[in-house]
């Protein structure tokens, strides 16, 4: 949806500010400097929302405001004025409480004013900020039962990339079946094992001896 707004100001710099601020993709704005082409551009337009300054040239803010009110057509777009002075005391009762009456003072507070125009255009949250995703978490895939629940030719597609996708600087770990080991290391590592094995047998041997000797120890002792 596109909400069309008429904006009604004699001085440049705020017609550029109130188009800044009310700029969005889903508002259309249009921009008058006199009173009578900005009544002209309501009438025209039948805009979603008008901004009113109070002193134009031509005609007042306040004229605009009451022919937009007399007209059947009009009288429910919401209008804000905006002006450097306070509103009048006859103009309070007509704004207090309404949903189709907003009086700004200026200088105007940016997010205070996008607020009230969201409000008024019936979508609060139309600058607010999208949330970020929430992220899901998830164990991954084994590789190989993905691999497994593919079409052979899949599968033969899917091994080929996998093989492929080793990233560049980074080779594949060697392997030791293709590296021959040099004779000396495995004469070195056979006499480690043959010298372990002898000492094993002389641990056993002497266990063994001690064991034969504590009998012939203990009647030694008795004779004496």
């Not at 002497?206 to 009647?219: D, H």
Request: net charge negative.
């Amino acid at each position: 949806m596109v909400w069309k707004v008429v904006s009604v100001e004699d001085e440049p710099e705020i017609a550029e500010l109130i188009r800044l601020v009310l700029d969005h993709p889903q508002i259309e704005i249009q921009t008058a400097d006199t009173g009578p082409e900005g009544l002209a551009l309501v009438k025209a337009q039948k805009p979603d929302l008008v901004t009113l300054d109070v002193m134009l040239p031509g005609m007042n803010g306040w004229d605009i405001y009451d022919a937009i009110r007399a007209d059947d057509e009009l009288k429910l777009i919401p209008i804000i004025m905006l002006s450097v002075t306070s509103v009048r005391t006859e103009r309070r009762q007509a704004f207090l409480g309404s949903r189709i009456n907003l009086y700004v003072t200026k200088p105007f507070d940016i997010v205070q004013l996008r607020r009230e125009v969201a409000g008024m255009l019936g979508s609060k949250d139309l600058w607010t900020p999208p949330k970020p995703p929430v992220a899901c978490m998830f164990d991954a895939p084994d590789q190989e039962e993905t691999l497994q629940s593919l079409s052979p030719d899949a599968r033969t597609t899917a091994e080929l990339i996998t093989a492929a996708s080793i990233p560049t600087g980074q080779p594949p770990l060697p392997d030791p079946a293709n590296y021959p080991v040099h004779p000396a290391i495995l004469h070195d590592a056979d006499r480690l094992d043959a010298d372990r094995q002898q000492q094993s047998q002389v641990r056993r041997r002497r266990a063994t001896a001690g064991t034969r000797l504590r009998p012939n120890v203990l009647r030694a002792r008795r004779h004496h």
